[in-house]
């Protein structure tokens, strides 16, 4: 359960964050809709502390949570995040890039000789096998393909063992058939692991078929919070002003939506 | 502007001189080159009279002395095993300090230029100078040669070093940074590899750099097969000069070749 409280930021004068306010439960796949520019990325660089908030609070299972200050120890982290451009070290083994999500608090020195502890690397290939790539765990990453990479990033994330997973916009390089691969990998491991997920997206589609709940950003505030089933094509055209898509109202169904859960693994068994 | 059905298709020049500023500094420039060319005694003259005495010195060269390098495996061998670990030293010396010399890692700016400025000093002074300073220090041999590389070695290694770290992907060192990894380890498995290919390049040029300049050393007495070529000269023995030029040459050219492909197997 992670809680956002107030959470202000501002770059160079400009407001990006303006107080957001978000809850998001164990377990539970949030997905965070707006437009370029809506403080998408700001809002979860700001929880994991990629960036630095102004005012607000997280609250991380109802203890308050500092990414960063003066003389932390390093430590493993309770939130773990996927990128948009999966920020795999190309050059290293698969493995090795899952064991990053392990990495924090280990001996350097061992490390400096390549050794790491049995249990850590067992659980960096149980994550692999989550993400069903333990057979690539010795390549390269980058022999692997786009969409096996952000596998990997995901993979990564899960070996931290975090309360949160927050992604940005996890599939925006990827087609559409290995985006909805990815994205029910994710949201498959939300379910079964209970972690609480936030995921940037900018497809109307897939927030509709893979969240739960969807939150409409736009001008760095919170002006939707619900079920896909309430995102009428009015509410889009709030989150995304200007927008001139006939094809919208397709895609968001007048009353009922899909099963949520079904999809994702549809998509899996199609993979 | 159109001359007999070519265009002159050239951007007008930008800033308020327009034509008449790039006229100036062109005027400028060429009076700039001129001063230089008087400094530095620039006469055709003097070339042509030279050609003569440059025939006679080739002359006496000819044939080289084959049987002399029968005495220069020794000393060759020397260059080369100085180069080896002159470059070995210089990376050894210049790894601690590229970290703090790339901006992107550096954890201070005053720390970043103050890096930058010792390693400016370090390939500043010349191989020559700096092994002139280490024969009187530690001694004639081809020890102070070996001090002489590393230190002008690392002042370049730890430059192309940091630069190559200021090259990398910043995206891989978030992913280290969001799992609450420490500095050494994202250095380790973050940067490394990421900068591991330039790195071994760079190494391999700076010892293609040692042999060259291993080859000269000895004239100052820093070991190798320079010793050989100057005392040569000053013998007046110009075939043995013949002989020691064309092994300094071979040594040159097989290094270039080999480590320009293993450059290109890194690649």
Partial sequence: ?271 | MSIAGFELVVRPPRGRFGWWGIGGATLIAAAALWWTAVGAQINGQNLLNGVPYMADFLSRMVPPNWAFAEKLVKPAVESLQVAVWGTIFGVILALPVCVFAARNLSPHPAVYHFTRQVLNVMRGINEIILALIFVAAIGLGPFAGVLALAIHGAGMLGKFFAEAIEDIDDGPLEAFQSAGVGRFKTILFGVLPQVMPAWLGTIFYRLETNVRQSTILGMVGAGGIGFELVSSMKLFQYQDTAMCILVILAMVLITDLVSSRVRAYIR
């Fill in chain 1, 1 to 271: 359960m992670i809680t956002i409280q107030g959470l202000s930021k501002s770059y160079a004068g400009r407001s990006v964050l303006k107080g957001v306010d978000l809850s998001v439960r164990a377990g539970e796949f949030l997905v965070v809709l707006g437009p370029s520019g809506a403080g998408k990325s700001t809002l979860l660089r700001c929880v994991n502390g990629l960036a630095q908030p102004d005012s607000g609070r997280i609250l991380i299972d109802g203890v308050e949570y500092r990414s960063s200050g003066a003389g932390r120890r390093e430590q493993r982290r309770p939130v773990a995040m996927i990128f948009q451009h999966h920020n795999l070290v190309r050059r290293l083994t698969v493995l090795k890039n899952v064991l990053v999500g392990r990495m924090a608090g280990l001996s350097s020195l061992l490390a400096l000789l390549q050794l790491f502890p049995s249990r850590d690397v067992q659980t960096a290939l149980a994550c692999l096998e989550r993400v069903e790539l333990s057979h690539k765990a010795m390549a390269r990453a980058d022999q692997l393909s786009g969409g096996e990479q952000q596998r990997v990033g995901i993979a990564r994330a899960l070996a931290q063992d975090p309360a949160v997973i927050l992604a940005d916009e996890p599939v925006a390089s990827l087609d559409p058939k290995t985006s909805r691969v990815v994205l029910g990998y994710l949201k498959r491991i939300c379910k079964e692991t209970n972690i609480a997920v936030i995921c940037n997206l900018h497809q109307v589609d897939y927030a509709v078929e893979f969240g739960e709940r969807i939150v409409g950003l736009q001008g760095g505030a919170v002006i939707f919070d619900g079920v896909p089933a309430e995102l009428t094509s009015d509410v889009v055209h709030r989150i995304y002003p200007g927008l001139e898509d006939p094809g919208i109202g397709r895609i968001l169904a007048p009353s009922a939506t899909p099963e949520p859960l079904a999809a994702p693994h549809a998509a899996i068994a199609a993979a």
